[in-house]
């Protein structure tokens, strides 16, 4: 059975950070590409960042180039986020996705955690 479960998530102040984390099962975690997406209230789900199976190949959507941090470690069968100087525009439902590359659309999904920017 495949899991793929977030956690991290939480209301922190604009500048603050927060590290997510996306524990995953029930697959062969090591040869997935694997993704952050987040859903703002009202928008599309937006991808924002991805890392491939080593671990050295890794993109991000322009809006966080800077500020967020996606890392892997295959031994724990986990990927994180690490998220600084957050901003108001952050708050979103941030989703784990794990798919084999070139196979975007057959993936699996995390549940999500809610990350709240707000003074």
């Known amino acids: 059975q495949v899991q793929l479960v977030e956690s991290g998530g939480g209301l922190v102040q604009p500048g603050g950070s927060l590290r997510l984390s996306c524990a995953a099962s029930?697959?062969?975690?090591?040869?997935?590409?694997m993704r952050w997406y987040r859903q703002a209230p009202g928008k599309e789900r937006e991808l924002v960042a991805t890392?491939?199976?080593?671990?050295?190949?890794?993109n991000y959507v322009d809006s966080v180039k800077g500020r967020f941090t996606i890392s892997r470690d295959n031994a724990k069968n986990t990927v994180y986020l690490q998220m600084n100087s957050l901003k108001p525009d952050d708050t979103a439902v941030y989703y784990c996705?794990?798919?084999?590359?070139?196979?975007?659309?057959?993936?699996?999904w995390g549940q999500g955690t809610q990350v709240t920017v707000s003074s």
């Open positions: 996705y794990a798919a084999i590359p070139g196979k975007w659309s057959d993936g699996y």
């Open positions: 029930g697959f062969l975690f090591s040869r997935y590409a």
């Open positions: 890392i491939f199976s080593s671990g050295y190949n890794v």
